[in-house]
């Protein structure tokens, strides 16, 4: 158990079952409803007719943004609730084992909640599972949170849609390996496209968890590994009929192991799109993503006929946006679709392009139908906000605001965008990318959006090199740098806004590790006062889990370096600013004793504790040379 933090907003009826649809290298205009329906007459377009109905029916997220142009650090981000400042698991680090810290599929176990997960991990750890076994993952799914796994662990195996057949891996030493719970089972998959065998096991577990009479809720992450490379497709029509006793059928038979095993390997072709004059990658592309529609529909429909439609809370999104990868002769081109929508860059990129790919909600009688949001949000948000819908509490070491009062009309936070990543390469030279953007130089990027403002620089060599900055409200695509345009922020307001977000991480070393983190203007409070007295003490404890906090700032006299760590013996959590500092409290916890860049000014801190302080030394603190700072409680600061 972890230390958490209360939830601020409770729903009064039952807690819902949680339905996320987390595709691989979708883009935000490989969505209908998103873009691909406003294509113009004579440009080549495909259709999403049921993942259009599922936004009709609930709210499109339009500023959903991933915390990563790359599947391991976004993924990864989601499962901890943590942005890119903090997460540990940063830049291409695939099979990086995801630290024992509560995950949404714990703390929702934790909840009550039955817990499963098909499909694409890669957050396993590094070892090769044949030396010991399922065991020598540290981080094997079901040490996460789930109760129940179906899908591939490692990262490269994510790239091949046919286990058995091993289309693309067929001449690599390593084969895919898929698995169910803790037996490899590739070899009885003969026939199986991921897509349609992802869908049929997740239609399994939704039948047999009501079927079984659990009165528990279910939280199921469907992590598709389509559209991904885009050069293998299904292997016949999908069945007839969508459901329980429709669609794809999980039979388990070796070798037959789904109702599609049976046809001919990498070969189906919506009809939709056999017949048009374009290259077969582009017919594979946009049959592998109207497979994908139908999956949709089917699982759906099962939700519907076992009467469980109207109390799930339903997710889709993408893990970041489109790619150009392609695993045939034919090299795939995301602009013959405009798969990034009216935004600018792709995969590996953080323009708009590569790191927003939106989302859909959907919750009968909860979120309002055919309703849109223009607010921006991340993908660590989920985590706050799935804690909301199942009536629990925050895990501490959690980022995020709770998207639920957005979702259900009401005022909430709002969410501040945050992305690092760090590539070789250049932004792709497509007509439709202002010239300015396109064939620009990656290396070290570094985003944060405000409102309608977002700042972003690529190829960054010194902590306090320039941003750009653009209004993605009215140009989306980026075209116009309005850094220095009067009214609009300027670079130090940027750099002040990105040191209070990222922290440094030695598996990911960044030229603007240790940068002077900048207070902020707080009026009205009164200082001179030490925390740790009893009255300044303000008890959290929620759903019998009996933690606390202290808030208030730090006020530094003077400019420098400062570490901090908690007195030997107490579990808790540090965090200045929105940097998580100091963690004594998880399994897999940061090391206690670790150092801020701090100028001079008032800085805010939480401090989340396992159990009711007693004194004032619960804090230690170091100082570098004759420096000087105190605390000040401002716990009413804080909500």
Not at 250 to 265: F, K, P, Q
Not at 425 to 454: C, H, L, N, W
């Amino acid at each position: 158990m972890a230390v958490f933090v209360g939830s601020s907003f409770l729903l009064a009826n039952d807690r819902p079952n949680i339905l996320f649809f987390l595709c691989d290298d979708l883009g935000y205009g490989d969505v209908g409803v998103f873009y691909q329906n406003s294509r113009g007459a004579g440009q080549p377009s495909f259709k999403t007719p049921y993942i259009d109905q599922l936004a009709r029916d609930g709210m499109q997220l339009r500023a959903h943004y991933v915390a990563a142009p790359v599947c391991a650090p976004s993924r990864a981000s989601f499962f901890l609730g943590q942005s890119q400042g903090n997460c540990p698991v940063r830049n291409n680090q695939f099979d990086k084992a995801l630290p024992d810290q509560p995950t949404l599929a714990s703390v929702l176990r934790e909840a009550g909640y039955r817990t499963g997960l098909v499909g694409k991990w890669g957050l396993q750890g590094e070892k090769d599972v044949t030396l010991g076994g399922v065991d020598a993952w540290s981080s094997y799914p079901t040490k996460r949170g789930f109760d129940y796994f179906l899908g591939y662990v490692r990262h490269v195996d994510g790239h091949e849609h046919y286990p058995y057949e091993n289309i693309y891996l067929k001449n690599r030493k390593m084969k895919a390996k898929l698995w169910e719970q803790g037996r490899e089972i590739s070899s009885d998959l003969k026939g199986c496209y991921t897509t349609d065998l992802f869908t049929a096991a997740a239609k399994r577990f939704i039948v047999s968890h009501h079927n079984g009479g659990s009165k528990k809720p279910f939280f199921l992450t469907l992590s598709y590994d389509t559209p991904h490379a885009a050069t293998q497709v299904a292997t016949m029509a999908y069945p007839r009929g969508f459901g329980v006793d429709g669609g794809v059928q999980w039979l388990g038979r070796s070798g037959e192991m789904i109702n599609t095993a049976g046809g001919e390997v990498d070969s189906y072709i919506h009809p939709d799109y056999a017949s048009k004059e374009w290259k077969d990658v582009s017919k594979r592309y946009a049959s592998s993503i109207r497979r994908i529609d139908h999956s949709v529909a089917d699982i759906l429909g099962t939700l519907k006929d076992l009467g469980l439609d109207r109390n799930t809370l339903i997710v889709f999104t993408s893990d970041h946006g489109a790619s150009r990868e392609s695993y045939i002769r034919e090299k795939l081109d995301p602009s013959f679709f405009q798969s990034f929508g009216p935004f600018t860059g792709i995969k590996r990129d953080c323009w708009e392009g590569g790191i927003r790919p939106g989302a859909i909600v959907r919750w009968d009688g909860k979120v309002k139908s055919g309703s849109v949001s223009e607010e921006p949000s991340q993908m660590q948000d989920w985590m706050p906000t799935f804690c909301d819908v199942a009536k629990t509490s925050t895990p501490a070491i959690a980022d995020g605001v709770s998207l639920l009062p957005m979702l259900m009309g009401k005022e909430g936070e709002g969410s501040e965008i945050y992305v690092e990543y760090k590539v070789g390469g250049r932004t792709a030279k497509y007509d439709v990318f202002p010239d300015a953007r396109s064939g620009q130089r990656r290396g070290e990027m570094q985003v944060i959006r405000q409102g309608r403002y977002k700042a972003i620089r690529c190829d960054i060599k010194q902590w306090d090199d320039d941003f750009m900055v653009f209004d993605v409200v009215s140009d989306p695509a980026e075209s116009l740098d309005i850094a220095g345009h009067k009214g609009v922020p300027g670079n130090a307001h940027w750099l002040a806004a990105v040191s209070r977000c990222h922290h440094t991480n030695d598996s990911a070393r960044r030229p603007y590790d240790g940068m002077k983190i900048q207070p902020i203007e707080v009026k009205g409070v009164k200082t001179g006062v030490n925390v740790g007295k009893g009255e300044d003490v303000r008890e959290t404890s929620y759903v019998s889990r009996d933690s606390f906090q202290l808030s208030g700032f730090i006020d530094v006299k003077v400019s420098g370096a400062y570490t901090f760590a908690l007195k030997e013996g107490v579990r808790g959590i540090l965090r200045v600013h929105k940097i998580h500092l100091v963690d004594t409290d998880s399994e897999d916890a940061y090391s206690n004793d670790r150092t801020l860049n701090l100028s001079e000014g008032k800085h805010p801190f939480t401090l989340y504790l396992r159990k009711k302080p007693v004194g004032k030394e619960m804090i230690l603190w170091k100082l570098l040379g004759d420096k000087g700072f105190e605390f000040i409680p401002a716990t009413s600061y804080f909500h």
